[in-house]
């Protein structure tokens, strides 16, 4: 089908399970992170050519964890050994990690302007100091299991972000603590992001998309229907109110939150059988889609348009190139020499034919007799 979406390189990790990923906010790099605790940077060109720069044994158990900072500088990953680090993106060298430790295995971070967020397999938010990478604020039991995702909202400020696990959502203040909670939603909170200044978008294990207000984090106010299994991952969009799930039917879809919409005329089928756990973006925007044995890397609309106008001028030429030899094919027939009939009679056969015609009627050998 015209205009479907392409990947630019796609990774497979069959030895060694995918658990984290994390692409840079300015160039063509991304780092993964694996189940024993490897943690890989590598760079890719406009081809889907990759490059490995650096890899590494960063953690003794698996890589849970990983995000740049907003300069693309440094990048920080946290592991199920309890451990949360920081190295140069450039070479991979650790230059701090983290005082205080962990209290349980991390399940979701997001790295702000100064802070990096932390909140674990027991439902607690640990918030460290980008700097010192000591931890500045810890609050307990946010929710009631584990903290499924914590998001950051950056049109307020530094200092507030939500976060989402069991069935409820939260809106804390690293300073002050939990701000609001809501209600119980009796449907487990598998992820979520920030849309917009205004909205707010958690995916539900029952394949529901729920739509928040940002002032009023007690209770969802739209519902949008994503498919039958659970929305694992969620991210905004370049576009206020833009937004992309994907989930455990193996497909990410993509939603107008505001207008409750779903844009029926594209979807990107990472794997239909495994569940899309993991979304970013590329710093230009190309969408990145993973399960834990695979990476994909998609086109932009533009490259797939341009493909496709490439793909179509190839066939084009080699249509045109097959009609010419074709041509000149029938032109070297029509030159050939050909031969001169034989005439169908010579001048002998015609002297024998008068002279049968001369020769009267009732002769036969028995006249001489």
Not at 22 to 31: E, G, K, L, R, T
Not at 42 to 57: A, F, L, M, R
Not at 174 to 189: I, M, N, Y
């Amino acid at each position: 089908m015209k205009g479907e979406p392409r990947t630019l390189f796609q990774q497979d990790f069959e030895d060694d399970y995918l658990f984290s990923v994390a692409f840079h906010p300015s160039s063509n790099q991304f780092v993964t992170g694996t189940a024993n605790g490897q943690v890989c940077a590598q760079t890719y060109d406009t081809e889907g050519s990759i490059v490995e720069n650096w890899s590494t044994k960063r953690h003794k158990e698996s890589c849970r964890a990983l995000a740049y900072d907003q300069s693309g500088e440094y990048v920080f990953s946290a592991g199920a050994d309890c451990v949360l680090k920081r190295a140069r993106a450039e070479n991979g060298k650790v230059s701090a990690k983290n005082r205080d430790g962990l209290e349980s295995k991390p399940s979701a971070m997001i790295v702000n302007e100064a802070y990096v967020i932390v909140g674990d397999d027991d439902a607690n938010v640990s918030v460290y100091d980008q700097r010192t990478m000591k931890r500045v604020h810890y609050y307990e039991k946010v929710h009631e299991e584990s903290i499924s995702c914590v998001v950051d909202l950056p049109h307020k400020n530094k200092y507030h972000l939500m976060t989402g696990g069991s069935t409820t959502v939260a809106h804390i203040d690293v300073r002050k603590g939990v701000v609001t909670q809501s209600e119980d939603q009796e449907d487990e909170v598998m992820s979520g992001c920030c849309a917009s200044e205004k909205l707010s978008v958690f995916g539900m294990s029952e394949g529901v998309l729920t739509v928040w207000n940002n002032d009023y984090l007690v209770d969802q106010q739209q519902r949008i229907k994503f498919g039958n299994g659970s929305v694992d991952c969620l991210i905004a969009g370049e576009e206020d109110n833009e937004v992309y799930a994907g989930g455990s039917e193996g497909i990410v879809k993509k939603f107008d939150v505001k207008a409750s919409k779903i844009d029926k005329s594209v979807q990107w089928v990472h794997n239909e059988e495994d569940d899309v756990v993991m979304l970013d973006f590329d710093h230009q925007y190309r969408l990145v889609t993973a399960s834990m044995d695979r990476l994909k890397l998609w086109k932009l609309n533009d490259e797939v348009v341009e493909q496709e106008e490439e793909e179509e001028e190839e066939e084009r030429q080699a249509q045109e190139k097959e009609e010419d030899d074709e041509s000149e094919e029938e032109q070297e027939e029509e030159e050939e020499p050909k031969p001169e009939k034989k005439r169908k009679n010579t001048d002998k056969q015609l002297k024998q034919k008068k002279q049968k015609k001369a020769k009267p009627q009732g002769i036969s050998k028995f006249d001489d007799l």
